[in-house]
């Protein structure tokens, strides 16, 4: 029934191929460039046909276990369980290394994705599930921390590089090199004084802190929901505006 709804659209889409999927049969592209310029079918209608939507495939990128909850660097984790908590979907599935929710906001199926082989192995389980559902490469949601933000501060943007991240750095190599995937980043801040990154990237919110994480969290599955059933569109604009500007006073 999951494979089902994921795959009983009314026309083939095209998307992104997984490298590892030529062994099982399936032609490789003739360039790189031509793998990261393929686009989903457009919705079909007929009169006995109900229109079907491209999935999307919402991943947040963290580390499994006790030991990493409520860390600066899992913050990508706890936006995928917000957005699980505010559509009535379980994570209740094993896949591709990866613990894997199943729902829809709207008409939309999404996939919402936990990776569980750590943070730096992410696209072990990002690029099979994109071949696996054949998700194209524009429906593909990255959630992830970014010091480059202030704490508490959202952005979503359609595409861009890996800002030094190595789990960005992996699901880009899982997805033949091509970066232009949808991201939303976190901002966590920056450590303090001499602090190390590797240190502060493990350590947990302080209360205020916290309290900035948890706002932004609730506004962050507002603008992953617009994203969805919009696409890149004027809200999203609003959204990062008005994200860009939250802390600042006149």
Not at 14 to 38: F, M
Not at 112 to 135: C, R, T
Request: aromatic content about 8%; charged content about 20%.
């Amino acid at each position: 029934m999951v494979t089902a709804m994921f795959c009983a659209l009314s026309s083939p889409v095209t998307s992104l191929l997984y490298p590892k999927a030529y062994k099982l049969g399936q032609a490789k592209s003739n360039s790189k460039r031509s793998l990261c310029s393929k686009r989903a079918s457009l919705p079909v209608s007929d009169n006995n046909l109900k229109f079907e939507y491209t999935p999307w495939l919402i991943v947040g990128l963290g580390n499994p276990g006790l030991k990493y909850y409520g860390t600066r660097h899992n913050i990508g984790f706890e936006m995928i369980d917000h957005i699980a908590q505010a559509t009535d979907i379980s994570m209740n599935t094993i896949q591709s290394k990866a613990l894997v929710g199943i729902g829809s906001v709207g008409e939309v199926p999404i996939l919402l994705v936990k990776p569980q082989a750590y943070m730096n192995f992410s696209g072990e389980s990002v690029g099979p599930l994109a071949a696996y559902y054949q998700i194209p490469l524009r429906h593909i949601l990255m959630i992830y921390d970014d010091m480059g933000l202030p704490n508490g501060v959202l952005r979503l943007q359609p595409k861009g590089g890996h800002s030094q991240h190595n789990g960005l750095k992996n699901v880009t190599e899982h997805l033949n090199g091509c970066r232009g995937y949808p991201r939303l980043s976190i901002g966590i801040g920056n450590p303090p004084g001499n602090m190390d990154m590797k240190a502060f990237l493990l350590q947990k919110f302080s209360p205020l802190e916290r309290e900035q994480i948890d706002d932004g969290l609730e506004q962050g599955v507002e603008g992953v929901k617009t994203l969805i059933e919009e696409g890149f569109s004027d809200s999203i604009s609003r959204f990062n505006l008005g994200q860009k500007y939250k802390f600042r006073t006149v």
